[in-house]
């Protein structure tokens, strides 16, 4: 997998919520690549929590931080990268997750709602109304998280470790057609 792959990074995108972490790691794992988390990146530079820098610097501040740790992380090879799920909000971040493979987990709300009730770290999720909040988010983004080159529905059901295997499962079908003909001979 990691020749198919060719040192390729992998970036998870999607909503809050719908696992990029949890199956980031799982991926690196099996993969034998490195794991990133840019939420965490973001936190390790600032010396912050991401609630912190909302609540200090603002939305635009993290924006940049984001892309800034994005454009760190896009110099390495060899690593899966889980993204905070508004990554795909700046244009320019999209120069960086195409130099990669990007599956997008893409989860209901329902099973969003379910997951994020008890959370307080995340500070766009900071209303009452979690369902409508994460409805709103899901349809402003829904146009740019289906650019990704690999969709994976999520279900309540599916364990982490089902959806990592499902993902490199999928990879070559997504990578055959670019393979040169000395890989495509290999593989056939
Ligand atoms: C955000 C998602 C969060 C984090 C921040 C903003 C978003 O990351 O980057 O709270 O805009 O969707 P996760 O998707 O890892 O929760």
């Known amino acids: 997998m990691t020749q198919i792959l060719q040192n390729l990074n992998l970036y998870l995108i999607g909503m809050m919520g719908s ?3 949890t199956v980031g790691k799982i991926l690196a794992h099996q993969l034998g690549y490195r794991f990133f988390d840019t939420d965490i990146l973001i936190e390790k530079v600032t010396q912050s929590s991401i609630t912190e820098i909302f609540a200090q ?15 760190e992380v896009a110099a390495c090879t060899q690593s899966v990268i889980a993204t905070g799920g508004g990554m795909v909000l700046k244009s320019e971040n ?9 599956v997008w987990l893409s989860a209901p709300v329902e099973l969003l709602v379910e997951r994020l009730a008890a959370d307080d770290t995340r500070p766009l999720l900071a209303q009452r109304d979690l369902s409508a909040k994460l409805t709103q988010l899901l ?8 650019e990704a080159d690999l969709v994976i529905p999520i279900t309540a059901e599916q364990t982490p470790e089902a959806i990592a295997a499902q993902i490199l499962e999928q ?4 990578l055959k057609p670019a393979l040169s003909n000395d890989l495509q001979a290999e593989w056939n």
């Open 57 to 71: 610097e603002g939305e635009a501040y993290f924006r940049q931080m984001e892309h800034q740790v994005l454009a």
């Open 139 to 146: 349809a402003e983004r829904l146009h740019l998280y289906q």
């Open 19 to 21: 696992g990029k972490s």
């Open 171 to 174: 990879i070559p079908s997504i």
């Open 94 to 102: 999209w120069g960086y997750l195409r130099h990669g493979v990007i």
